[in-house]
Nanobody, 126 residues
Framework: QVQLVESGGGLVQAGGSLRLSCAGS????????MGWFRQAPGKEREFVAT????????VYADSVRGRFTISRDNAKNTVYLQMNSLKPEDTAVYYC???????????????????WGQGTQVTVSS
């Protein structure tokens, strides 16, 4: 069993920055790839970013590439999402997720993740 707890969400003006954190526990953190997803009101959950077990591989959604950066610190059992140049359309609940499929390095597919956090709200005002 893995527990994931997100933090760092809040209200920010357009153009501002936030850093989300996701702390994992219950299993060796470096054994799972991690992802960030988000869900806005009335919309489906969408992929944001993913990072491999060692942190050397990352993939971003087109909508956030160049503005968001995913990283991880396996010694601290934490994955981060640095969000810069935030836009109102980035408003959503942000979820971190962990996956253990040994055939996967990184993935944008929600079904490939085994555990999810409870989410943290990010609101960007215009």
């Amino acid at each position: 069993q893995v527990q994931l707890v997100e933090s760092g969400g809040g209200l920010v003006q357009a153009g501002g920055s936030l850093r989300l954190s996701c702390a994992g526990s219950g299993r060796t953190f470096s054994t799972y790839y991690m992802g960030w997803f988000r869900q806005a009101p009335g919309k489906e959950r969408e992929f944001v970013a993913t990072i491999s077990r060692g942190g050397s591989n990352t993939v971003y959604a087109d909508s956030v590439r160049g503005r968001f950066t995913i990283s991880r610190d396996n010694a601290k059992n934490t994955v981060y999402l640095q969000m810069n140049s935030l836009k109102p359309e980035d408003t959503a609940v942000y979820y971190c997720a962990a996956g253990f499929n040994t055939m996967v390095v990184v993935t944008t597919t929600p079904d490939k993740y085994d555990y999810w956090g409870q989410g943290t709200q990010v609101t960007v005002s215009s």
